[in-house]
C-alpha cells in the first residue's frame, strides 16, 4: 500500500494545494474559522499576506501563559485531566468564560495551532498517513501548525489523523515540538485509565465502568481501610451522577463467582481454536485478498490512462485502501479477544486457585474472560469476551 500512495501522491498534489490554500485564506471545513473565534492563547490580527486581506493569530500573552502551563503540566508522567481541570477550577480561572473540562483540555492539547512545528512534527504527521502540504523546509521550529478536516476523511481528526491536512501558519508557535509532541503521545497511549500508571487497588482496574457515564471507576481507599469505587467523571467535574457508594470488594466478589458461573456454564478451554481457524478471520482474509487484487488490477491500468481514468483510479485505491485498514482493525479487535487454549488452562487453573494466585495472574483472567464491566446503582453488567 506503501507504494501506491506513492504513485498517486504526485497526483493528488494540486487538488490538496488548492483545497488547503482557500481554507488557509478564508475557513477550515468543521475547524477554526479566521474570522471566528480564536484558539485559547491567541488572538487575531488583520494582515496582508500575499496581496489577501486575512487575519494572523497573535500570542495573547495572559491566556499563552496559562496554555505553556497546561503543556507543562500533562508533559509530567503522573498528570491527568482530572489534575489539571481541579487545579483551574480551584484558582477560579476560566476558557472562553466557561470551567475548563476534560473535552476542552483534551481539544487544546491535541490542537497542532500551539506547537512550534519541526522536522520530528513534520515526520509525525507524516507517520499517521496526515497529508501535509507544507513543505519540510516551512518547519522552522517557530511557527505553529493548521490541522484541516480532510474532505473525504472517513474520522474525526482529533481521534485519528489519517487523510487530514496539515499546513504550517504564519503565527509562531507557544511550545516546544519536544513538549508537544510528549503530551500528544501520551493522550494517544492513555485510554480511560493512563498506561503508565500501574494498577494496585483493584484487579477490576482498566475493566471497570460506570453505568451512567462510561467512564473508568477509581478504587479510593477510605479512612476505614476499605475501598469503594468512584467515577472519575464525577471527580473531575461532577457531571455525573456516579453508581452510587459501591464497595471496590463487593463488586470483586461478585464477579468473581459469575466468573466461576461462566466456566461451568460448558465454556470449555478445548472450545477455543487457533485464530485463524475462525469463520470470522477466514472471511476477513479472504476480502483482504480480493482487495489486494483489485488493487493489482487498477496500478496495471495505469499505464496509458487518461486524466478521468487516472482520477477514477485515484478515488477506487482510496477507498480500497480505507475499507483495507478497517479490515485490519478488526482483525485486531478479534486477536484482541482471542484466547488460545493454553491461557484459558490458564484461566481455568486460575479460577480454581484463586485466593492463592497474586494480583498480576488475577488481572490476566479478567482480560481473557471479560470485555468490560459496568456498575449501576444496586447492579453490576459483565460484557464477555466469549
Known sequence: ????????????????????????????????????????????????????HTKKLVEEPGEAAIVREIF???????????????YYAEKGVQ????????????????????????????????????????????????????????????????????????????????????????CRIKLMRNKTIQANRKAVNTWLAG?????????????????????????????????????????????????????VRKLREGQ????YTNLKENPQVKQIYREIEKMEKEISLLVDSLAGAGETLTDYINQRVEEIDQMHQLKLEKLSVLAENHATPEQMEKVASNISLWEEIDFEEKRFTVDKMIRSLKVFPGSVQIQWKF
Not at 507543562?72 to 481541579?86: L, N
Not at 476534560?102 to 490542537?111: C, D, I, P, V
Not at 457515564?213 to 479512612?223: D, E, F, N, T, V
Not at 470449555?268 to 472450545?271: G, W
Request: with cysteine; hydrophobic share 30%; proline share 4%.
Open 1 to 52: 500500500m506503501l507504494n501506491i500512495c506513492i504513485v498517486f501522491a504526485q497526483l493528488e498534489r494540486e487538488t490538496i494545494q488548492k483545497r488547503v490554500s482557500d481554507a488557509y485564506y478564508s475557513r477550515s471545513q468543521k475547524g477554526f474559522r479566521m474570522g471566528g473565534k480564536p484558539p485559547y492563547g491567541y488572538r487575531l490580527e488583520e494582515i496582508l499576506m500575499e496581496g489577501i
Open 72 to 86: 507543562d503540566m500533562y508533559e509530567q508522567p503522573d498528570t491527568s485531566y482530572g489534575d489539571i481541570t481541579r
Open 95 to 182: 476558557f472562553y468564560g466557561k470551567e475548563l473540562i476534560r473535552s476542552m483540555l483534551a481539544q487544546l492539547l491535541r490542537n497542532p495551532v500551539y506547537v512550534r512545528a519541526d522536522m520530528d512534527v513534520y515526520r509525525f504527521f507524516r507517520s499517521h498517513g496526515t497529508n501535509i502540504v507544507s513543505s519540510p523546509e516551512q518547519f522552522d521550529g517557530i511557527h505553529g501548525c493548521y490541522l484541516y478536516q480532510g474532505r473525504d476523511a472517513q474520522t474525526d481528526k482529533l481521534q485519528n489523523l489519517k487523510g487530514h491536512m496539515l499546513v504550517v501558519a504564519p503565527h509562531e508557535g507557544l511550545v516546544s515540538s519536544e513538549q508537544w509532541l510528549n
Open 207 to 259: 475493566k471497570v465502568k460506570c453505568g451512567n457515564c462510561g467512564y473508568a471507576l477509581m478504587s479510593i481507599k477510605i479512612q476505614s481501610g476499605k475501598q469503594y469505587l468512584r467515577c472519575t467523571k464525577r471527580l473531575n467535574n461532577k457531571a455525573c451522577p456516579g453508581c452510587g457508594k459501591v464497595y471496590t470488594e463487593d463488586v470483586e466478589n461478585y464477579v468473581y463467582k459469575e466468573m
Open 268 to 271: 470449555s478451554p478445548a472450545a
